[in-house]
Structure formats: C-alpha cells, structure tokens
Nanobody, 124 residues
Framework: QVQLVESGGGLVQPGGSLRLACTTSGLELHYYAVAWFRQAPGKERERVSCITNSDGSSYYGNSVKGRFTISTDDANKIVFLQMNNLKPEDTGVYYC?????????????????WGQGTQVTVSS
C-alpha cells in the first residue's frame, strides 16, 4: 500500500529555514501528485504546495510564494519542501498527501493517502 512519512519539522526563529521530507513507499511516484498541507489550531487545512510528478509542474499557495520550494528526488522517492524566510504564521502541522492525478484537479477532499504530519513552529 501507499505510505507517506513526514520528517524535518521543528522549532525555528522568524526568518529561518527548514526542509521537510515526505518519504514515500508503495507507489510509482512518477504517476502521482504530491502535496504539502498545513493546519494550525482553529484554522482550515491549507494546501501550501503541490507537484505533479508526471510533468514536474509545481504550485504554491499565495501565502508561501517566493519562500517555499517543492521538489522530488526520484531515485529515493522523497518529496521535499524547502521553507525559507519563515514567519510565525507558518506555524502548524505539515502533512504530505499523494494521489493519482494532477495538482490542478485535486481539492483537499480528493487526496487519498496522507502522512501523520510533522510540527513546524516559528517563534522567537
């Protein structure tokens, strides 16, 4: 079965950087879209980035454009999220998700496989 495991979260200061990893197994990653979501207490789950691995197209939420970069290590089947210039409002639990489709066609309810999440806290 498809499994996703997030890692790389932690406590960072505003302006700092962090790289999250979504380690995948049980899937042919080339045919999957993989997204990063985040959720803060009392807030809706928000898609922050997505990559359609069949063509390499990437997408970003407005709040993270210019600061976050999504990429795929095909050999090791890992999807990374490089987060730079972090802000306190970036705080939340970050999840990765995978689905056999393309990013533009997927809403939050359409993602079939989710990881357990990793906590990111941005605070001075």
């Amino acid at each position: 079965q498809v499994q996703l495991v997030e890692s790389g979260g932690g406590l960072v200061q505003p302006g700092g950087s962090l790289r999250l990893a979504c380690t995948t197994s049980g899937l042919e990653l080339h045919y999957y879209a993989v997204a990063w979501f985040r959720q803060a207490p009392g807030k809706e789950r928000e898609r922050v980035s997505c990559i359609t691995n069949s063509d390499g197209s990437s997408y970003y939420g407005n709040s993270v454009k210019g600061r976050f970069t999504i990429s795929t290590d095909d050999a090791n089947k890992i999807v990374f999220l490089q987060m730079n210039n972090l802000k306190p409002e970036d705080t939340g639990v970050y999840y990765c998700a995978a689905e056999l489709d393309s990013c533009p066609y997927l809403s939050v309810a359409d993602w079939g496989t989710w990881g357990q999440g990793t906590q990111v806290t941005v605070s001075s």
